[in-house]
């Protein structure tokens, strides 16, 4: 199966509705159910037809149709009662259905041997109810059109962190959750001195006392073996929060980009960068104009929405979040002749995050002149004027829209310039990066070959970059070409880092980013990146160690497969 091929499949799966048979007639939809008016809908429909920006999956697949609900991300609070546990499971299950995504933060529900009162009983602890939680999600799936997704948190101090941490030591298991571990400054502090044996918690019915250097291994350990847990670092993501009135962030969306409070959703829309580099150039004006307009689009959605429950409803509109972000950033980097791992990419990138921010937060205050400010803005940290959304930028992993544009994931590093990729249904395709092959081409050109071995040696790198997923032992290549494909094992994970700690600076909300380390790395070089993301203030990080995984959506050549 061709991407193209991967891609047609994909409209027909998800997006694609009674006697629609194109994009176009996908985005004429989505234009005209979001719009106010004719004007507005042909400006909303004239950036998703020219992919520069496309919405979240929900907005593509449900604008315009009876179900109605358009956005992606969605944080339910988990009392510790049954009634409150199960109503979020309920709750849940509403939002899978419509193509949301749910994160819960289980460190509400008292540890495992808890005495549980009305019932003279004990309590089974958060982790079980995490697994019921997945059997839920597992059911709504077979349904729906969108795999159904969540993310799983625990405070690192909840006594039964270790039971967390061991959730998913087994591939395959709590499969429809992420997992992330919230700490906080007091822990990664201890941490950072090593002061590993230092007492953390006492566990209340078994007695058992937990060491710093106990949890710390637990989650290296859990990294280094299948990528998981992940890190949120809770007074970093609060020092940003835009409502302390409204009590602080202890939960994010299922990939971690969007920081929330409870019940509240957020609608995600992301820019294709790459769409705005013409001749080594990025166009700065264009930029800025599709901005404005995608950020009103956004807006609209808020109020053209049909939300699963009533409280989500009464919260989303409270703030009005929006999340707009990016995709197509690495080949746009490739396109002006920009090497990701170079400080003049990272300050490339900051400027230009910077520049988006600053454009969408201009228009937010435009609009709220016009149609008034978000209701919870007078006790908002947005002083000097009024606002109509608390929080405007986000930067989602776009998997699915970067396809359908045509380009890089998100800000991430591609991962090979030749992948295999799987989709939901278990079929594979393969995607040839259409930058590198343009460059390839054109640098086989200036050598002194034939058209027949030309052709050949094109086909020879994509197989090697297929199997391999790297072109830098390819030494005839000129260096200048290798300085700049470079793939995402190719990056050193310190890179990586900084990357996201660049584009952090101006994001509002958090960022999905994965943090590739090689097979060969060790668990040392698992805890020294988490340290560093904390030293640089990230709000979260993931790490994965290629390979750790028998199953992954991105992976290099089969036995089956054919590059070409």
Known sequence: ?????????????????????????????????????????????????????????????????????????????????????????????????????????????????????????VASGPVSFMGIFNAATEVIRQGGRRRGANMGILNVWHPDILSFLSAKAREGDIANFNLSVMVNEKFMDLVSRKMFDTVWITH??????????????????????????????????????????????????????????????????????????????????????????????????IDKNVYPIPAIEEATKKTRKIGLGLMGVHDALLMIGVPYDSVKGRTWCEHVMQKVTATAVDESRRMAEKYGAFPAWKGSTWKAFPMRNAALTSLAPTGTLSLLAGCSSGIEPVFSFAYSR???????????????????????????????????????????????????????????????????????????????????????ASISKTINLPNSATKEDCADALLMAWKFRLKGITIYRTGSRKNAVLFLKDTTSDPR
Request: with cysteine.
């Open 204 to 301: 209340p019915s078994s007695g058992e006392s937990l060491t710093v250097g106990q949890i710390w291994s637990g989650i290296v350990d859990g990294i280094w073996k299948n990528g998981e847990p992940g890190l949120l670092f809770y007074e970093e993501i609060n020092r940003s929060n835009p409502l302390p009135d409204l009590g602080t962030i202890d939960t994010t969306n299922p990939c971690g980009e969007q920081p929330l409070l409870p019940y509240e959703s957020c609608v995600l829309g992301s820019i294709n960068l790459a769409s705005f580099v013409q001749n080594g150039i990025l166009d700065e004006h264009e930029l800025d104009d599709t901005v404005r307009t995608a950020v009103r689009f956004l807006d609209k959605v």
């Open 422 to 508: 799987r989709n939901t249904t278990g079929k594979s395709f393969i995607i040839v990066n259409p930058v590198f092959r343009k460059n390839l081409k054109k640098t086989l050109a200036t050598m002194k070959l034939t058209q027949e071995e030309r052709t050949k040696r094109e086909n020879d790198v994509i197989s090697h970059v297929h199997k391999t997923g790297t072109i830098q032992d390819l030494h005839w290549l000129p260096d200048e070409f290798l300085a700049l494909f470079k793939t995402a094992l190719d990056i050193h994970w310190k890179d990586h880092i900084l990357m996201q700690a660049a584009f952090q600076k101006f994001v509002h």
């Open 1 to 121: 199966m061709t991407s193209s091929q991967f891609v047609e499949s994909i409209l027909s799966a998800r997006y694609l509705h009674g006697e629609e048979k194109t994009f176009e007639d996908i985005c004429r939809r989505v234009a005209w159910a979001v719009a106010g008016d004719d004007k507005e809908a042909t400006g909303f429909y004239n950036i998703m037809i020219s992919l520069r920006f496309l919405p979240n999956s929900p907005t593509l697949m449900n604008a315009g149709t009876d179900i109605g609900q358009l956005s992606a991300c969605f944080v339910l609070p988990v009392p510790d009662s049954i009634n409150g546990i199960f109503d979020a499971m309920k709750n849940g299950a509403i939002i899978h259905k419509t193509g949301g995504g749910t994160g819960y933060n289980f460190s509400n529900i008292r540890p495992k041997g808890s005495r549980v009162q009305s019932t003279d009983g």
